[in-house]
């Protein structure tokens, strides 16, 4: 698994899934679970509160899957930082592909919306990758080094490595077409080297996770390669004997 340096960190992103008793019936099978790397749930926003209050005390961190790039005001229905801060919030997942191709997201827009989580003490989960055209049109990382590059405008790798960063192929996401770990990896690791040509040390410190049709089956080879530090799980992150299974996966070999 990654480097020692590292904790592993496993994010389920839920995506526009799930209800009050479909999330209860989820945290009841995963609460027994021992969890050896840190552990994220990305929830739709109108159940942070209460999933925040339900993991409150666990190892379990509550997240969101957007936020809005300004602090308050006429946005109508939009989230702040602060609104997600105050109902306990740790994380946001920022940049997501569907909201980038979706929702027309731009890198400028997406590191905006990376600065505001930080200023607020929100963990960020920023997103790259690449689509399956600028990928056999061999632009993958001119791709993702520009998305990279947009953030790193605005934060910092210090700042940034208060989140993490998460390599999302769009060509793998729920798709069941996994990235190979030689696929990840290398993109993994140009991300790093990135990353430390403008701060070694931390680019070091800093997690990146691997996201696209990872389940239990493929989890612990994507999870070996030295740069992959965790993952961001949709699908597999409902059902939550699965995601506990990813997440145990990701504590083999880890640093505690
Ligand atoms: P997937 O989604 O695991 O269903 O491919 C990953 C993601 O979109 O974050």
Redesign the pocket.
Same mark, same amino acid.
């Given at each position: 698994m990654g480097s020692p340096l590292r904790r592993p960190l496993v994010a389920a992103?839920w995506?526009m899934n799930g209800s009050r008793a479909a999330n209860g019936a989820w945290v009841s099978a995963f609460s027994g679970v021992d969890t050896p790397c840190d552990v994220v749930v990305a929830a739709p926003a109108v159940y942070v509160a209460e999933l925040a209050a339900t993991f409150a005390g666990t190892r379990v961190e509550c997240g969101a899957q957007n936020l809005n790039e300004h602090q308050a005001g006429a946005y109508t229905g939009e989230i702040s930082a602060e609104m997600l801060v105050d109902v306990g919030c740790r994380w946001v997942i920022v940049g997501?592909? +569907?909201r980038r191709q979706l929702y027309g997201e731009s890198n400028a827009t997406v590191a905006s919306k990376s600065e505001r989580a930080v200023s607020t003490g929100l963990r960020p989960i920023v997103?790259v990758g690449e689509t399956l055209e600028e990928r056999e049109a061999g632009r993958t990382f001119q791709v993702i080094q520009a998305q990279l590059a947009a953030i790193l405008e605005l934060l910092s790798v210090d700042e940034l490595a208060q989140g993490a960063l $998460?390599y +999302?192929p769009v060509w $793998? *996401?729920?798709?069941g077409r996994t990235a190979t770990p030689d696929q990840a990896q290398e993109v993994h690791a140009a991300l790093r080297a990135q990353l430390a040509d403008r701060d070694a040390g931390t680019a070091m410190a800093l997690r990146i996770l691997y #996201? #696209? !049709?990872?389940k239990p089956a493929n989890a612990a080879d994507l999870f070996a390669r030295p740069d992959i530090d965790g993952g961001? *799980? #949709? #699908?597999? !992150?409902l059902i939550a004997s699965d995601f506990a299974a990813i997440c145990a996966a990701a504590g083999g070999t880890a640093a505690r």
């Amino acid at each position: 698994m990654g480097s020692p340096l590292r904790r592993p960190l496993v994010a389920a992103n839920w995506k526009m899934n799930g209800s009050r008793a479909a999330n209860g019936a989820w945290v009841s099978a995963f609460s027994g679970v021992d969890t050896p790397c840190d552990v994220v749930v990305a929830a739709p926003a109108v159940y942070v509160a209460e999933l925040a209050a339900t993991f409150a005390g666990t190892r379990v961190e509550c997240g969101a899957q957007n936020l809005n790039e300004h602090q308050a005001g006429a946005y109508t229905g939009e989230i702040s930082a602060e609104m997600l801060v105050d109902v306990g919030c740790r994380w946001v997942i920022v940049g997501h592909s +569907e909201r980038r191709q979706l929702y027309g997201e731009s890198n400028a827009t997406v590191a905006s919306k990376s600065e505001r989580a930080v200023s607020t003490g929100l963990r960020p989960i920023v997103c790259v990758g690449e689509t399956l055209e600028e990928r056999e049109a061999g632009r993958t990382f001119q791709v993702i080094q520009a998305q990279l590059a947009a953030i790193l405008e605005l934060l910092s790798v210090d700042e940034l490595a208060q989140g993490a960063l $998460a390599y +999302e192929p769009v060509w $793998a *996401i729920g798709t069941g077409r996994t990235a190979t770990p030689d696929q990840a990896q290398e993109v993994h690791a140009a991300l790093r080297a990135q990353l430390a040509d403008r701060d070694a040390g931390t680019a070091m410190a800093l997690r990146i996770l691997y #996201g #696209g !049709s990872v389940k239990p089956a493929n989890a612990a080879d994507l999870f070996a390669r030295p740069d992959i530090d965790g993952g961001l *799980i #949709g #699908g597999a !992150s409902l059902i939550a004997s699965d995601f506990a299974a990813i997440c145990a996966a990701a504590g083999g070999t880890a640093a505690r």
